[in-house]
């Protein structure tokens, strides 16, 4: 790297609405810590394609679903990868950042995932239950989701929704890492206010299973966040690998943990700067 600073472009929707929560408190914190080390501004995803030439990388935070500008961050996505701009994440990720086929794909293979169908001729392969979950394969934040009964499900099953059985989950968990290396974990003690979130000591156990997916997704840089749920037999279930933008409820932890994280997170950004971009 040349003496200058390094220039961040900082992507976030400082105005997404989000039910229990404020995003854009966190982008404010993070984007207040970085700025002693590198040369930032922050800009709207919409903006991001026109501006993101005159930076040394772009970082994608806090950006809101995709699906509210799906034109402008599929023009910002080619144009990154045909200039082979430095995005972080980086635009390679296998899971949420790729779509849900992931999904499909790992409940396919038997890993730990909520078993998962999108076509009416596989619905035999999903556990019974007295409920189901539909949810669009390209929706976010809840966005679409319906819980159904199997009478309706082979009429919804059409290809462009998954399936799955409803699960009655002790909590959900969710594991944040940088790069591939562990920060903390959040749970959700009450299911039905999945945005209270307090902090949570993982077991061996739960972390092998977390750096499972991690391990899976192959991202050498980046914030990845796994969520999943405590099925009623005590083993976790993937939920969702959220490598694109994952919120961090960073005001759920103390100020230990909230500046390790943040200080991980620069760490990160100078490693990820200093890797020659590929065209």
Not at 100 to 114: E, N
Not at 251 to 278: G, K
Request: aromatic letters at 10%; proline letters at 6%; a negative charge.
């Amino acid at each position: 790297m040349a003496d200058a600073r390094p220039r961040i472009l900082y992507v976030s929707d400082l105005a997404y609405p989000a039910r229990g929560r404020r995003y854009c408190d966190e982008d404010i914190l993070l984007t207040s810590r970085l700025r002693a080390e590198f040369d930032l501004a922050l800009c709207h995803p919409r903006e991001a394609a026109a501006l993101m030439d005159a930076f040394d990388a772009v970082v994608v935070r806090n950006s809101g679903p995709v699906l509210g500008y799906r034109a402008e961050y599929d023009a910002f996505r080619e144009r990154a990868l045909r200039q082979g701009t430095r995005v972080y994440n980086p635009l390679t990720g296998r899971a949420d950042m790729a779509g849900k086929q992931y999904l499909l794909d790992l409940s396919a293979a038997g890993l730990p995932v909520i078993p998962t169908v999108d076509r009416a001729e596989d619905l035999h392969r999903l556990p019974g239950a007295d409920r189901y979950v539909v949810k669009p394969r390209l929706g976010a934040d809840s966005i679409g989701l319906r819980v159904v009964t199997s009478a309706e499900l082979p009429a919804l099953a059409d290809g462009t929704v998954l399936v799955q059985p409803h699960v009655d989950f002790a909590h959900e968990v969710s594991f944040c890492f940088v790069d591939d290396a562990f920060q903390y974990a959040l749970y959700a003690p009450d299911p039905d206010r999945r945005w209270e979130l307090e902090p949570y000591e993982p077991t061996v156990r739960d972390l092998e299973f977390a750096r499972r997916f991690i391990e899976w997704n192959g991202l050498r840089h980046g914030i990845q966040r796994v969520d999943a749920c405590r099925a009623p037999d005590g083993e976790l279930l993937l939920v969702e690998l959220e490598d694109l933008n994952p919120y961090l409820s960073l005001d759920a932890l103390d100020e230990d943990r909230r500046e390790a994280f943040v200080t991980a997170f620069a760490a990160s950004l100078h490693r990820f700067l200093d890797v020659v971009p590929a065209h």
